[in-house]
Protein backbone atom coordinates (compact mmCIF):
# COMPACT_ATOMS: atom_id res chain seq x y z
CA UNK A 1 0.00 0.00 0.00
CA UNK A 2 2.97 2.21 0.82
CA UNK A 3 4.21 1.88 -2.70
CA UNK A 4 1.16 2.75 -4.52
CA UNK A 5 0.68 5.97 -2.03
CA UNK A 6 4.85 7.00 -3.29
CA UNK A 7 3.61 6.16 -6.51
CA UNK A 8 0.62 8.14 -6.42
CA UNK A 9 2.36 11.09 -4.84
CA UNK A 10 5.58 11.44 -7.35
CA UNK A 11 3.17 11.87 -10.54
CA UNK A 12 1.10 14.59 -8.37
CA UNK A 13 4.41 16.08 -7.43
CA UNK A 14 5.25 16.39 -11.50
CA UNK A 15 1.95 17.89 -12.24
CA UNK A 16 2.81 20.36 -9.30
CA UNK A 17 5.98 21.17 -10.93
CA UNK A 18 5.00 21.87 -14.73
CA UNK A 19 1.88 24.04 -13.18
CA UNK A 20 4.93 25.67 -10.84
CA UNK A 21 6.57 26.61 -14.03
CA UNK A 22 3.82 29.20 -15.02
CA UNK A 23 1.85 30.14 -12.27
CA UNK A 24 0.45 33.28 -13.36
CA UNK A 25 -1.29 30.90 -16.11
CA UNK A 26 -3.05 29.08 -12.99
CA UNK A 27 -7.05 29.59 -12.30
CA UNK A 28 -7.57 30.65 -9.05
CA UNK A 29 -10.80 30.71 -6.89
CA UNK A 30 -11.68 31.46 -3.50
CA UNK A 31 -13.44 29.18 -1.47
CA UNK A 32 -13.91 30.71 1.51
CA UNK A 33 -12.03 34.55 3.27
CA UNK A 34 -8.16 33.28 3.05
CA UNK A 35 -8.76 30.53 1.94
CA UNK A 36 -8.03 29.29 -1.98
CA UNK A 37 -8.17 26.29 -4.43
CA UNK A 38 -6.25 26.56 -7.95
CA UNK A 39 -6.73 24.19 -11.02
CA UNK A 40 -3.83 22.47 -9.99
CA UNK A 41 -5.47 21.35 -6.41
CA UNK A 42 -7.89 19.35 -8.54
CA UNK A 43 -6.63 18.02 -11.02
CA UNK A 44 -3.34 16.55 -8.77
CA UNK A 45 -6.53 15.67 -5.77
CA UNK A 46 -8.12 14.10 -9.24
CA UNK A 47 -4.75 12.40 -10.14
CA UNK A 48 -4.11 10.84 -6.64
CA UNK A 49 -7.56 8.99 -6.55
CA UNK A 50 -7.10 7.62 -9.97
CA UNK A 51 -3.96 5.98 -8.53
CA UNK A 52 -5.60 4.63 -5.48
CA UNK A 53 -8.73 3.42 -6.58
CA UNK A 54 -7.43 1.50 -9.70
CA UNK A 55 -4.91 -0.14 -6.98
CA UNK A 56 -8.20 -0.45 -4.50
CA UNK A 57 -11.20 0.30 -5.69
CA UNK A 58 -12.91 -0.79 -2.64
CA UNK A 59 -11.42 1.39 -0.33
CA UNK A 60 -12.99 4.87 0.42
CA UNK A 61 -11.57 8.21 -0.10
CA UNK A 62 -11.71 11.50 1.91
CA UNK A 63 -10.34 14.59 -0.48
CA UNK A 64 -10.31 18.25 0.33
CA UNK A 65 -11.13 19.37 -2.74
CA UNK A 66 -13.89 16.09 -3.43
CA UNK A 67 -15.12 15.41 -0.23
CA UNK A 68 -16.03 11.86 0.91
CA UNK A 69 -16.84 8.41 -1.03
CA UNK A 70 -16.91 5.43 -0.18
CA UNK A 71 -15.32 3.32 -2.62
CA UNK A 72 -15.04 3.82 -6.53
CA UNK A 73 -18.88 3.06 -7.31
CA UNK A 74 -20.25 5.97 -5.18
CA UNK A 75 -20.50 9.91 -5.90
CA UNK A 76 -18.14 12.56 -4.02
CA UNK A 77 -20.16 13.87 -1.64
CA UNK A 78 -18.18 17.12 -2.50
CA UNK A 79 -18.65 19.54 0.85
CA UNK A 80 -16.68 18.34 3.78
CA UNK A 81 -18.35 21.39 5.77
CA UNK A 82 -20.95 18.56 6.61
CA UNK A 83 -18.24 15.72 6.66
CA UNK A 84 -19.54 12.86 9.31
CA UNK A 85 -16.31 12.31 11.41
CA UNK A 86 -18.00 8.81 12.42
CA UNK A 87 -18.29 7.33 9.02
CA UNK A 88 -14.86 7.76 8.41
CA UNK A 89 -14.02 6.52 11.57
CA UNK A 90 -15.55 3.68 11.15
CA UNK A 91 -14.28 2.83 6.97
CA UNK A 92 -12.01 -0.26 6.97
CA UNK A 93 -9.44 1.55 4.93
CA UNK A 94 -9.63 5.67 4.13
CA UNK A 95 -7.26 7.27 1.99
CA UNK A 96 -7.38 10.70 3.19
CA UNK A 97 -5.64 13.19 0.72
CA UNK A 98 -4.45 16.85 0.65
CA UNK A 99 -3.13 17.62 -2.86
CA UNK A 100 -1.45 20.68 -2.68
CA UNK A 101 -0.34 21.72 1.06
CA UNK A 102 0.47 25.50 1.34
CA UNK A 103 -1.77 26.14 -1.89
CA UNK A 104 -1.21 30.18 -0.97
CA UNK A 105 2.70 29.41 -0.74
CA UNK A 106 2.40 27.83 -4.31
CA UNK A 107 0.44 30.65 -5.83
CA UNK A 108 2.51 33.08 -4.87
CA UNK A 109 5.85 31.26 -5.98
CA UNK A 110 6.87 30.29 -2.58
CA UNK A 111 9.10 26.65 -2.44
CA UNK A 112 6.89 25.53 0.76
CA UNK A 113 3.96 23.18 -0.21
CA UNK A 114 3.50 19.38 -0.97
CA UNK A 115 1.25 16.27 -1.31
CA UNK A 116 0.04 14.70 1.70
CA UNK A 117 -0.97 11.59 1.20
CA UNK A 118 -2.59 8.94 4.70
CA UNK A 119 -4.64 5.73 5.26
CA UNK A 120 -6.77 5.19 7.91
CA UNK A 121 -7.61 1.72 8.49
CA UNK A 122 -10.59 1.16 11.33
CA UNK A 123 -9.45 4.63 12.74
CA UNK A 124 -5.64 4.50 12.71
CA UNK A 125 -3.39 5.57 10.65
CA UNK A 126 -1.02 2.97 8.88
CA UNK A 127 0.23 4.09 5.66
CA UNK A 128 1.79 7.93 5.12
CA UNK A 129 2.99 9.88 2.71
CA UNK A 130 4.04 13.56 2.39
CA UNK A 131 6.10 14.15 -0.75
CA UNK A 132 7.77 18.05 -1.28
CA UNK A 133 8.32 18.14 -4.91
CA UNK A 134 10.88 21.43 -4.93
CA UNK A 135 12.97 19.29 -2.65
CA UNK A 136 12.55 15.99 -4.15
CA UNK A 137 11.92 15.12 -0.43
CA UNK A 138 9.95 12.00 0.28
CA UNK A 139 8.84 11.39 3.99
CA UNK A 140 6.99 8.06 4.05
CA UNK A 141 5.83 6.01 7.45
CA UNK A 142 3.85 2.15 7.48
CA UNK A 143 2.95 1.78 10.81
CA UNK A 144 5.02 0.04 13.36
CA UNK A 145 7.77 0.07 10.45
CA UNK A 146 9.24 3.66 11.39
CA UNK A 147 9.57 6.69 9.34
CA UNK A 148 12.40 7.86 6.09
CA UNK A 149 13.51 10.44 4.72
CA UNK A 150 14.15 9.35 0.98
CA UNK A 151 15.74 5.85 2.07
CA UNK A 152 16.71 6.94 5.42
CA UNK A 153 15.56 6.23 8.66
CA UNK A 154 14.16 9.82 10.57
CA UNK A 155 13.97 10.12 14.43
CA UNK A 156 12.33 12.94 16.62
CA UNK A 157 15.13 15.77 18.21
CA UNK A 158 16.51 14.72 21.57
CA UNK A 159 16.41 18.47 23.30
CA UNK A 160 13.76 18.69 26.34
CA UNK A 161 14.20 22.37 27.41
CA UNK A 162 11.63 25.02 25.62
CA UNK A 163 13.84 27.88 25.71
CA UNK A 164 16.63 25.70 23.06
CA UNK A 165 13.64 24.41 20.83
CA UNK A 166 12.46 25.52 17.06
CA UNK A 167 8.51 25.17 17.25
CA UNK A 168 6.51 24.94 14.30
CA UNK A 169 3.54 26.87 14.08
CA UNK A 170 0.25 28.43 11.60
CA UNK A 171 -1.61 31.40 12.04
CA UNK A 172 -5.67 30.23 12.11
CA UNK A 173 -6.05 32.79 9.25
CA UNK A 174 -9.54 30.56 7.89
CA UNK A 175 -10.50 30.83 11.38
CA UNK A 176 -10.22 34.12 13.15
CA UNK A 177 -12.52 33.46 16.08
CA UNK A 178 -9.57 31.43 17.46
CA UNK A 179 -6.92 34.27 17.02
CA UNK A 180 -7.00 35.66 20.53
CA UNK A 181 -6.21 31.70 22.02
CA UNK A 182 -3.45 31.60 19.38
CA UNK A 183 -2.10 35.09 20.27
CA UNK A 184 -2.19 34.29 23.98
CA UNK A 185 -0.29 30.63 22.82
CA UNK A 186 2.36 32.60 21.04
CA UNK A 187 2.85 35.09 23.84
CA UNK A 188 3.46 31.69 26.64
CA UNK A 189 6.30 29.94 24.17
CA UNK A 190 8.26 33.17 23.06
CA UNK A 191 8.48 33.72 26.72
CA UNK A 192 9.83 30.21 27.23
CA UNK A 193 12.65 31.40 24.90
CA UNK A 194 11.47 29.22 22.08
CA UNK A 195 11.97 29.98 18.37
CA UNK A 196 9.32 29.57 16.44
CA UNK A 197 8.87 29.47 12.38
CA UNK A 198 5.63 29.62 10.39
CA UNK A 199 6.22 28.33 6.74
CA UNK A 200 2.48 27.78 5.89
CA UNK A 201 1.93 23.96 4.94
CA UNK A 202 1.34 21.97 8.22
CA UNK A 203 2.13 18.31 6.22
CA UNK A 204 5.49 20.00 6.06
CA UNK A 205 5.54 21.03 9.67
CA UNK A 206 4.95 17.95 11.15
CA UNK A 207 6.83 15.87 8.42
CA UNK A 208 9.71 18.35 9.99
CA UNK A 209 9.44 17.33 13.21
CA UNK A 210 9.46 13.92 12.52
CA UNK A 211 12.79 14.53 10.70
CA UNK A 212 14.41 16.51 13.56
CA UNK A 213 14.28 19.97 11.99
CA UNK A 214 11.73 21.24 14.21
CA UNK A 215 11.26 20.02 18.16
CA UNK A 216 7.83 20.44 18.17
CA UNK A 217 4.47 22.19 15.83
CA UNK A 218 1.34 23.43 16.95
CA UNK A 219 -1.81 24.78 14.94
CA UNK A 220 -5.41 25.59 15.78
CA UNK A 221 -7.49 25.16 12.88
CA UNK A 222 -6.29 22.02 11.00
CA UNK A 223 -8.55 19.53 8.83
CA UNK A 224 -8.04 15.99 8.54
CA UNK A 225 -5.69 16.29 5.49
CA UNK A 226 -3.63 18.86 6.53
CA UNK A 227 -2.87 15.97 9.47
CA UNK A 228 -3.24 12.27 8.32
CA UNK A 229 0.10 11.95 6.99
CA UNK A 230 2.10 13.62 9.14
CA UNK A 231 0.46 12.10 12.43
CA UNK A 232 1.98 9.09 11.38
CA UNK A 233 5.45 10.52 10.91
CA UNK A 234 5.08 11.79 13.90
CA UNK A 235 4.84 9.00 16.02
CA UNK A 236 6.97 6.23 13.95
CA UNK A 237 9.66 9.06 14.80
CA UNK A 238 9.34 8.41 18.35
CA UNK A 239 7.50 11.57 18.78
CA UNK A 240 4.02 11.92 20.06
CA UNK A 241 1.00 14.21 18.47
CA UNK A 242 -2.47 15.15 20.06
CA UNK A 243 -4.97 18.27 20.73
CA UNK A 244 -3.99 21.02 22.87
CA UNK A 245 -5.26 19.14 26.31
CA UNK A 246 -3.06 15.76 25.09
CA UNK A 247 -5.89 14.28 24.39
CA UNK A 248 -8.50 13.24 21.57
CA UNK A 249 -7.67 11.72 17.76
CA UNK A 250 -5.38 14.06 15.92
CA UNK A 251 -6.53 13.88 12.80
CA UNK A 252 -9.66 15.60 13.77
CA UNK A 253 -9.44 17.81 16.96
CA UNK A 254 -8.67 20.28 14.87
CA UNK A 255 -6.00 21.77 17.42
CA UNK A 256 -2.82 19.92 17.28
CA UNK A 257 0.35 19.83 19.19
CA UNK A 258 3.44 17.30 18.39
CA UNK A 259 6.91 17.10 19.42
CA UNK A 260 9.79 14.56 20.99
CA UNK A 261 7.98 13.61 24.16
CA UNK A 262 9.49 15.89 26.65
CA UNK A 263 8.74 18.52 23.94
CA UNK A 264 5.19 17.55 23.89
CA UNK A 265 4.61 17.33 27.34
CA UNK A 266 6.39 20.75 27.99
CA UNK A 267 3.74 22.17 25.51
CA UNK A 268 0.68 20.68 26.73
CA UNK A 269 1.65 21.38 29.96
CA UNK A 270 2.26 25.66 29.00
CA UNK A 271 -1.24 26.03 27.18
CA UNK A 272 -3.38 23.94 29.50
Known amino acids: ML ?3 IRAARTAGRIITRAAEDVDSVRIA ?12 QAVEASVIKTLLTAYPSHSILGEESGFAANANSDFKG ?8 EVLAAEN ?7 DGTTNFIHGLPQYCVSIGLMQKGQMTQA ?4 PNRDELFSASKGAGAYLNDRRIRVTRRDRLAETVIGTG ?3 KQLKHLDTYLDYFRRITIEGASLRRPGAAALDLAYVASGRYDGFF ?8 VAAGSLLVTEAGGIIGDLNGEAH ?10 APKVYSSMVTLFA
Open 219 to 226: EIGLAPWD
Open 79 to 86: NNDDLDID
Open 171 to 173: FPF
Open 3 to 5: TIA
Open 94 to 100: VWIIDPL
Open 250 to 259: PVFSGKVIAG
Open 30 to 41: RKSPNDFVTEVD
Open 129 to 132: VVYD
